[in-house]
């Protein structure tokens, strides 16, 4: 897989965010839904298709052990 251009890359934290520092950012791709570290924006990105984050916002909460 490519490495995708993020130099336009539009990032937004949720709206349900407390803005205590402790919050990853989010940025709408073509295709993709790149996700990163508010406290790092220089570190790692994690991409996701569209299926793939639509799979993970929408499923239920698993119970904790």
Known sequence: MSTPDLSRARWFTSSRSTNNGDCVECALLPDLVAV????DPAGP?????????????????????
């Open 45 to 65: 990105v994690l991409t996701f298709t569209d299926a793939q984050w639509s799979a993970f916002v929408t499923a239920p909460p698993r119970p904790t052990p």
């Open 36 to 39: 990163r570290d508010s406290k």
